[in-house]
């Protein structure tokens, strides 16, 4: 299709949609309230898979990432590059994907153990990966005049796999969206109206949930610029829950999102959280669904020259993380314009999916794992079964166990019928284990223990000399946005924005007296000045925070005394008293001498 057609086309088609404004907008009545059994019911499915595919696809995908000598771009090419919109419509001429087959896009996230399909109906260049009624920027403007997601539908149905989209708020390319960018050289010179583009979102939303069979989420993105608002998110939740009751929609349809941590501060709609590009330090808590969406490279859409692919121990960390955290793991491919898996992604999925046949029952329907921390790995639960994921495989044969409930039988889940020795100690218990570990990237090992765990609180031990050190890995994190960060292999506090929040370490000292504070830590000069205090037992430590030259900036510095007046457990705790700046404090470590 030339250019001067695709425009004579999108404006006969936003004129057929004027003569739908007043039914489109009216929707479906909005869905009732919803009982605690009700949104159980709604969300099993998700809480049972733990493990789905995100696919972003477009005609982005035909530069493959290099445009004018950069090759650093991918699904957000039409904003990085400020390309005309008429020029970047002319990647669809050249979008032919004609190597596509939904049945192996399919079996490759069956085979890799997932359960769920996301894929980008729309993304924020506004291209519709169907062919939508109202608009004719979609796949009907390229020369591949098949229906994607419909091959996708049907073969995820035959599969067993629910059919998942993404759809973005935000529309570079309508000339309606209320933030309309100066490069969109097919908008009219009047302003824009978002009661001219409501409607248009929401037709095009009503095709995806009346053409393509019952979904399993509608994961919206976009909404983070002013045009969007909380009852804007609030009306669009019930309108596609009107159409189908029982799909699940992420909080991004709403305006509560907190950044790339993706849950919900203030007023939050959806349900449930969307951390991006991470994974959250502890969790969120019984009762808190949540969903980290990740890249196997650098970016989301398909660039091909970006290799800087995550190796597969790490992608099946990021899976056991999440699901020890009570999470889901959303892990992105970005297919080619001839309609390929890269092939780094195809190795990785088949390698995820060796793993996951053996180690399986570990991740799905699991829920968050009852430890704080564990030194080797992480752990996962179902009702009077643990799972054990052990990372760092101990050479020794013997696995450190901080638990105290009576364990009835323990074994390899790669070799269920093989007993394993278990020995009770003052710390917990102690699991005699093979040499090295039976599966690659993590061996899992099962407790069955017959009812709840009952956890030995892991404390901080003072070391032979008397030195007592909290390190940041080994905190508990109280509160909304303080977390664990990792720069230049070493862990520390960051994030401290909420002056709330606060940490605490469970500390052993092996005898009384005074003790120098030693603190590691670094603060940017516009957030210098936050007055901290350090509790232990009774007693109190107050200090200000100096800046450093920078957050990435640690010292070491010797901010006073506090007196342990007899030897014995404590519990460490460092709070905030005022945060003038931006951030309290980036802390690495406090070490009593």
């Known amino acids: 299709m030339n250019t001067s057609t695709l425009r004579t086309n999108v404006g006969r088609r936003f004129g057929a949609l004027a003569a739908l404004v007043a039914f489109v907008w009216l929707g479906v009545a909005p869905a009732g309230a919803e009982t605690p059994a009700e949104r159980d019911a709604r969300m099993a499915w998700f809480r049972e898979a733990r493990f789905g595919l995100f696919i972003h696809w477009g005609v982005y995908a035909v530069p493959a990432g290099e445009w004018d000598g950069k090759t650093n771009y991918g699904e957000w090419f039409m904003e990085e590059t400020k390309m005309p919109v008429s020029q970047y419509e002319q990647f669809a001429a050249q979008f032919n994907p004609v190597r596509f087959n939904a049945r192996e896009w399919v079996r490759m996230a069956k085979d890799a153990g997932m359960k769920y399909i996301v894929i980008t109906s729309k993304h924020h260049d506004g291209f519709a990966l169907w062919n939508s009624q109202v608009s004719d920027w979609d796949i009907s403007a390229t020369p591949w005049k098949r229906d994607p997601l419909k091959e996708l539908a049907d073969a995820c149905a035959a599969e067993g796999i629910r059919f998942c989209f993404y759809h973005s708020i935000m529309d570079w390319h309508h000339p309606d969206w209320g933030t309309r960018r100066a490069w969109n050289d097919r908008a009219p010179s009047t302003p824009p109206d978002m009661n001219r583009y409501l409607p248009y979102l929401k ?6 949930l009346t053409g393509y069979g019952p979904l399993g989420i509608l994961w919206f993105d976009g909404e983070w610029e002013s045009p969007w608002t909380h009852e804007l998110g609030l009306d669009l939740y019930h309108y596609v829950r009107g159409f189908q009751p029982n799909i699940i929609i992420n909080n991004r349809v709403g305006k509560g999102r907190a950044g790339m941590g993706g849950m919900d501060q203030g007023q939050g709609v959806g349900d449930y959280g969307t951390p991006e590009q991470e994974i959250p330090p502890t969790g969120f808590g019984p009762g808190v669904d949540w969903e980290s969406c990740m890249t196997m490279n650098n970016h989301w859409g398909y660039n091909r020259h970006d290799q ?12 056991i993380d999440c699901a020890s955290k009570g999470g889901n793991y959303l892990l992105n491919v970005g297919p080619t314009a001839e309609g390929l898996f890269p092939e780094p992604s195809v190795v990785r999925l088949r390698e995820i999916g060796e793993w996951m046949r053996v180690n399986h029952e570990a991740i799905y329907g699991t829920t968050a794992s009852p430890f704080r921390r564990l030194a080797w790995g992480r752990a996962t639960q179902k009702p009077g079964r643990l799972y054990l994921h052990v990372f760092d495989w101990p050479a020794t044969g013997r696995l450190e166990v901080p638990l105290a409930s009576a364990v009835q039988r323990a074994y390899l889940l790669a070799a269920p019928d093989r007993a394993l020795t278990v020995e009770v100690g003052k710390d917990g218990q102690t699991v005699r284990v093979p040499a090295t570990s039976p599966t690659p990237h993590a061996g899992v090992v099962v407790l069955e223990i017959g ?17 007592v050190t909290l ?32 940490v605490q370490w469970p500390v052993t000292f092996g005898r009384a007296g005074t003790f120098d504070v030693e603190v590691n830590y670094a603060c940017d000069p516009a957030s210098g000045g936050s007055e901290c205090v350090l509790v232990l037992g009774e007693r ?8 450093t030259d920078g957050w990435g900036d640690y010292r070491t510095v010797v901010v006073g005394q506090i007196t342990v007046p007899a030897p014995g457990d404590y519990t460490g705790v460092v709070k905030a008293l005022s945060k003038p700046g931006a951030g309290v404090v980036n802390l690495r470590q406090i070490r009593f001498r």
Not at 471 to 491: P, S, Y
Not at 540 to 547: M, Q
């Open 540 to 547: 109190e430590l107050r200090a200000t925070v100096e800046p």
């Open 471 to 502: 390190k940041a890995e080994e905190a508990e994190i109280i509160g909304h946005t303080l977390r664990l960060e990792h720069r230049d292999g070493r862990a520390n506090l960051g994030f401290w924005t909420d002056a709330r929040d606060h």
């Open 308 to 319: 800087n692919w995550k190796s597969t121990t790490v992608l099946v960390r990021n899976l």
């Open 451 to 467: 009812g709840p765990p009952r956890p030995v609180e892991p404390r901080v031990r003072p070391a032979t000399d008397g030195t």
């Open 203 to 208: 037709a095009q939303l009503k095709e995806l």
